[in-house]
């Protein structure tokens, strides 16, 4: 009968998580941190430099809806580059050079405010749209990637600090064992008596010992035993006597049952060696996915954030020419009741800005988008030490359609698309229904901060509430918030009398981003670790349709119906997500 040792190749088949792939460079646990700051302050520039132009576009380039068209053009081809470009051209030419290049696409669109006229805000909308799919997928990979090597980092720490423990306490236990005498610790002592029971070979009573000096791993030839009794066992069969130097008597031992007994022993041992496998690669696994969503985290703060800095920064230079005691027409209907672009109050109370104002608003930004180009090209690591050699074809092209047939991601798709809704509303509507409208256009930017402000904040609260608390209660408490936000703007009649009421709805609406936005990108990285590009490409088309759809309709429909819409998609998201977390559960519990 085989007896298979505990330590043998089959004991340790206990599912674990895959190593970091080679091509990767190895980096210390501070440098990763640095990359991780240096894209994040990358990301915060450009965009403080793109969205305080973006939240304007409705309200300062409102004639004949260049704005908003433009802004639909842009998510639209968005879409188009996410279907088929990221997953090639990141494999070609790496997460950090693709990052870097597509940073370039913003700053024409940027620079195209000076004058906004259709041959060339639509054109730089094109290429912003053609180069925002390879941004967003680049940097994500560029998290996901640095995340698990910052797991793999900890992870390999404590394994060395559990082997100098471990060697610790051996070395701790054989000064104590050598401590003993050996007749405690060998068969090889001098008994008296000794009396081995039949059916128990493990039950060994030693009833006296002598020591007798010898030399170490020597069998010493003991003295003749002898037994005063001879015990029945519980079956009625004699254990076997040593006796003496005679040959040892086991009576009616059954020599297959003690093999028996051995190889349960064996099979015992294998069973905690895998278990230790099994608890080391689930640990492995929750910080994988706690240190992903502190890295996304992060990120969305420095990216959610650079609405605080933009529209600040708007809203002080729009602020430099309105006249004092300037008043918003308050009798006005405005909020979820806006119907119509050409009513009156649209016309008396958002005004476009003059051209001097136009253009010191353009400069700046297209300048700060030039120093976050550079802060990257010359601060940021690329992660691969070697370009992957990858041929141009259809497949990898088409790798997005093909993962869009996975069961996990059809059930993301509704949430994927809410996300770009949500913001797409807040953008295209929100900006100009309650607050362009009841309040002026100058007040659009001071608004936008406490909207960025709390994006950024819940952003970063959700990445270390997820390590503590786990996503579901994220997403649950997130969504909630986010359908009373609506409810609030379809009870609400915004006044200029009252302004405190805005900053509360663009808060409430900062939440639901903030957390969403970034968890769940999180949760894509955790989901497709091995189709990562197409997963986040995926990620980025249903996102970027989520845009068109709410810049598309912003201009023929009132905006209660567009509150009804967003309540409908954002109930199927949410319980197309929690399907997803309990097949992923089911899927944990399984492996």
Same mark, same amino acid.
């Given at each position: 009968?085989?007896?298979? /040792?505990?330590?043998?190749?089959?004991?340790?088949?206990?599912?674990?998580?895959?190593?970091?792939?080679?091509?990767?460079?190895?980096? /210390?646990?501070?440098?990763?941190?640095?990359?991780?700051?240096?894209?994040?302050?990358?990301?915060?520039?450009?965009?403080?430099?793109?969205?305080?132009?973006?939240?304007?576009?409705?309200?300062?380039?409102?004639?004949?809806?260049?704005?908003?068209?433009?802004?639909?053009?842009?998510?639209?081809?968005?879409?188009?580059?996410?279907?088929?470009?990221?997953?090639?051209?990141?494999?070609?030419?790496?997460?950090?050079?693709?990052?870097?290049?597509?940073?370039?696409?913003?700053?024409?669109?940027?620079?195209?405010?000076?004058?906004?006229? +259709?041959?060339?805000?639509?054109?730089?909308?094109?290429?912003?749209?053609?180069?925002?799919?390879?941004?967003?997928?680049?940097?994500?990979?560029?998290?996901?990637?640095?995340?698990?090597?910052?797991?793999?980092?900890?992870?390999?720490?404590?394994?060395?600090?559990?082997?100098?423990?471990?060697?610790?306490?051996?070395?701790?236990?054989?000064?104590?064992?050598?401590?003993?005498?050996?007749?405690?610790?060998?068969?090889?002592?001098?008994?008296?008596?000794?009396?081995?029971?039949?059916?128990?070979?493990?039950?060994?009573?030693?009833? /006296?010992?002598?020591?007798?000096?010898?030399?170490?791993?020597?069998?010493?030839?003991?003295?003749?035993?002898?037994?005063?009794?001879?015990?029945?066992?519980?079956?009625?069969?004699?254990?076997?006597?040593?006796?003496?130097?005679?040959?040892?008597?086991?009576?009616?031992?059954?020599?297959?049952?003690?093999?028996?007994?051995? *190889?349960?022993?064996?099979?015992?041992?294998?069973?905690?060696?895998?278990?230790?496998?099994?608890?080391?690669?689930?640990?492995?696994?929750?910080?994988?996915?706690?240190?992903?969503?502190?890295?996304?985290?992060?990120?969305?703060?420095?990216?959610?954030?650079?609405?605080?800095?933009?529209?600040?920064?708007?809203?002080?230079?729009?602020?430099?020419?309105?006249?004092?005691?300037? %008043?918003?027409?308050?009798?006005?209907?405005?909020?979820?009741?806006?119907?119509?672009?050409? /009513?009156?109050?649209?016309? *008396?109370?958002?005004?476009?800005?003059?051209?001097?104002?136009?253009?010191?608003?353009?400069?700046?930004?297209?300048?700060?988008?030039?120093?976050?180009?550079?802060?990257?090209?010359?601060?940021?690591?690329?992660?691969? %030490?070697?370009?992957?050699?990858?041929?141009?074809?259809?497949?990898?092209?088409?790798?997005?359609?093909?993962?869009?047939?996975?069961?996990?991601?059809?059930?993301?798709?509704?949430?994927?698309?809410?996300?770009?809704?949500?913001?797409?509303?807040?953008?295209?509507?929100?900006?100009?229904?309650?607050?362009?409208?009841? +309040?002026?256009t100058y007040h659009v930017g001071l608004v936008a901060v406490c909207y960025g402000a709390v994006c950024g904040i819940s952003s970063f609260s959700s990445g270390w509430l997820v390590k503590r608390l786990g996503r579901i209660p994220i997403f649950v408490t997130a969504t909630v918030v986010n359908l009373g936000a609506n409810i609030f703007l379809l009870s609400w009649s915004p006044s200029a009398d009252e302004p405190r009421w805005f900053f509360v709805g663009a808060?409430?609406?900062?939440?639901?981003?903030?957390?969403?936005?970034?968890?769940?990108?999180?949760?894509?990285?955790?989901?497709?670790?091995?189709?990562?590009?197409?997963?986040?490409?995926?990620?980025?088309?249903?996102?970027?349709?989520?845009?068109?759809?709410s810049f598309g309709y912003s201009n023929y429909i009132c905006t209660f119906v567009k509150i009804y819409i967003l309540i409908t998609v954002c109930i199927l998201g949410f319980v197309g997500y929690l399907s997803v977390e309990i097949m992923h559960l089911k899927n944990k519990l399984e492996n």
């Amino acid at each position: 009968m085989k007896v298979t /040792s505990p330590y043998s190749s089959d004991a340790l088949n206990a599912p674990v998580v895959k190593d970091f792939p080679s091509k990767h460079a190895r980096y /210390s646990k501070l440098r990763i941190i640095k990359n991780v700051v240096v894209l994040s302050v990358g990301v915060h520039l450009l965009f403080t430099a793109y969205d305080g132009l973006t939240m304007l576009q409705s309200t300062m380039n409102r004639e004949q809806g260049i704005g908003v068209i433009s802004q639909a053009v842009v998510y639209v081809c968005f879409c188009i580059s996410a279907v088929l470009f990221p997953k090639y051209i990141i494999k070609k030419l790496g997460s950090k050079s693709t990052f870097a290049f597509s940073m370039l696409t913003y700053l024409p669109y940027v620079a195209s405010n000076f004058y906004s006229h +259709w041959t060339l805000m639509i054109p730089t909308s094109i290429l912003i749209g053609l180069g925002a799919a390879l941004l967003w997928g680049s940097q994500a990979i560029y998290l996901n990637d640095i995340a698990m090597m910052y797991s793999e980092l900890i992870m390999n720490s404590r394994q060395r600090l559990t082997f100098r423990e471990d060697d610790s306490s051996k070395n701790s236990l054989n000064r104590r064992e050598a401590a003993k005498s050996r007749c405690t610790r060998s068969l090889s002592c001098d008994p008296k008596y000794l009396v081995i029971y039949s059916n128990d070979f493990n039950n060994v009573i030693l009833q /006296s010992c002598k020591s007798i000096d010898e030399k170490r791993y020597s069998i010493p030839i003991a003295e003749s035993l002898s037994a005063t009794y001879i015990e029945t066992d519980t079956v009625g069969q004699y254990g076997g006597v040593f006796k003496g130097n005679e040959e040892m008597n086991y009576g009616s031992f059954k020599s297959i049952e003690n093999l028996s007994r051995n *190889e349960k022993s064996f099979s015992s041992a294998k069973s905690v060696e895998v278990s230790k496998q099994q608890e080391k690669a689930n640990n492995r696994r929750r910080l994988i996915e706690s240190t992903t969503a502190r890295f996304f985290g992060f990120h969305g703060v420095a990216y959610l954030s650079s609405h605080i800095t933009s529209n600040l920064m708007t809203y002080y230079i729009l602020q430099s020419e309105v006249p004092e005691g300037t %008043t918003s027409n308050s009798s006005c209907i405005c909020g979820a009741d806006y119907c119509n672009v050409e /009513s009156k109050c649209f016309d *008396e109370n958002i005004v476009e800005p003059s051209d001097q104002i136009r253009y010191i608003l353009t400069a700046a930004c297209v300048c700060i988008g030039i120093i976050s180009v550079l802060i990257v090209f010359v601060f940021l690591d690329p992660i691969e %030490t070697e370009k992957e050699e990858v041929s141009f074809s259809i497949d990898l092209l088409m790798a997005t359609c093909k993962l869009a047939k996975r069961k996990t991601l059809l059930l993301l798709i509704p949430f994927s698309f809410y996300i770009g809704m949500v913001q797409g509303f807040f953008t295209g509507d929100f900006n100009k229904s309650f607050v362009g409208c009841a +309040w002026g256009t100058y007040h659009v930017g001071l608004v936008a901060v406490c909207y960025g402000a709390v994006c950024g904040i819940s952003s970063f609260s959700s990445g270390w509430l997820v390590k503590r608390l786990g996503r579901i209660p994220i997403f649950v408490t997130a969504t909630v918030v986010n359908l009373g936000a609506n409810i609030f703007l379809l009870s609400w009649s915004p006044s200029a009398d009252e302004p405190r009421w805005f900053f509360v709805g663009a808060g409430l609406w900062g939440v639901f981003v903030g957390a969403i936005w970034s968890q769940l990108r999180a949760f894509y990285g955790v989901l497709f670790k091995a189709d990562e590009e197409a997963a986040f490409a995926a990620f980025h088309v249903w996102y970027s349709l989520g845009f068109t759809l709410s810049f598309g309709y912003s201009n023929y429909i009132c905006t209660f119906v567009k509150i009804y819409i967003l309540i409908t998609v954002c109930i199927l998201g949410f319980v197309g997500y929690l399907s997803v977390e309990i097949m992923h559960l089911k899927n944990k519990l399984e492996n």
